[in-house]
């Protein structure tokens, strides 16, 4: 469901105007806002549009809103992240892989729990044997963890495949 709907104040691109608090909706703008569906129509007549630009270049139409989350907490989490490292990941793509690590480590909850194993020529386990409980420690630790990842070697997939499964049956 779409909610906070709001048509901001025309802007000209290379302009960096700040938008207020209570943005006037621009001239000529229609807002039909229903469950689902959101329709916005901007028609100004030949006069408003002589207000609004003389050269015809209106600049950016600006559309600002929010969805309605579901804010359910869900069930705790076990989780193995799987991490290739070999050489293939060079570059962006560690960079990339990562970043989204951090990002995942900050959406765990206290009542989670999870490991990491990387694989290349050779498998990694971060905590072998266990998945942690997620406290500010391990939180910590995993991150440098993370920090340590370097791509180099070929992959084994039959080997982390098979240290990923010992990890997650430990956890049935």
Not at 35 to 49: A, E, G, L, M
Not at 76 to 95: C, E, H, P, W, Y
Not at 140 to 147: L, N, S, V
Request: proline share 5%; hydrophobic share 40%; glycine share 6%.
């Amino acid at each position: 469901m779409i909610r906070d709907l709001e048509v901001l104040p025309l802007r000209n691109g290379a302009s960096a105007q700040k938008i207020s608090v209570k943005p006037e909706t621009p001239v000529a703008t229609e807002i039909s806002n229903e469950k689902n569906v959101c329709r916005i129509t901007f028609s100004p007549n030949i006069v408003q549009q002589a207000k609004i630009s003389t050269s015809g270049m209106l600049g950016d139409f600006l559309v600002r809103y929010d969805v309605q989350r579901d804010m359910g907490i869900g069930d705790i989490q076990n989780v193995v992240f799987v991490i290739d490292t070999s050489a293939s990941m060079l570059g962006k793509k560690i960079r990339q892989t990562k970043d989204a690590l951090f990002t995942i480590l900050k959406d765990l909850r206290p009542e989670d729990h999870f490991n990491f194993i990387s694989f290349s020529s050779k498998v990694k386990v971060w905590q072998p044997g266990r998945l942690v409980p997620v406290t500010p420690l391990t939180v910590r630790d995993a991150k440098k963890f993370i920090f340590t990842l370097v791509p180099s070697g070929g992959e084994t997939f039959r080997t982390w495949s098979y240290t990923n499964t010992g990890l997650c049956l430990d956890r049935t």
